[in-house]
């Protein structure tokens, strides 16, 4: 199986979350649950996009390499691998003052 990239799996995510909030599912309750209990696992820690979505939220307020690895008790190559990961996805992220941050 491929690999979604950080893009095409907020997609997802944010489509999931769309068609559950608008009742996408209509009176199919079984979907309907599946549907959430998905959203609920992509935004885990457990989850490469829950982690993602850590980061973000600490890239938004500035954060260090340490921070990072701690939040998502993950290594720092990893770390890296996903700034790299964000950056091809277009997001732009800068160094300032010791801190990463998503620049704009």
């Given amino acids: 199986m491929q690999q979604m990239s950080f893009s095409q799996t907020q997609a997802v995510l944010k489509a999931l979350e769309f068609a559950i909030a608008k009742g996408g599912f209509g009176n199919n309750a079984k979907l309907k649950k599946t549907a959430q209990t998905l959203v609920k696992n992509m935004r885990s ?10 980061l973000i939220g600490l890239l938004r307020k500035g954060a260090t390499i340490s921070e990072m690895i701690k939040a998502t008790a ?3 190559r990893t770390i890296f691998r996903y700034l790299n990961q964000f950056e091809d996805a277009g ?5 300032v003052d010791g801190k990463y941050r998503l620049a704009g």
């Fill in 74 to 76: 993950s290594s720092r």
């Fill in 45 to 54: 820690n457990e989850s490469l996009s829950g982690r993602h979505e850590k």
């Fill in 91 to 95: 997001l732009d992220i800068k160094l």
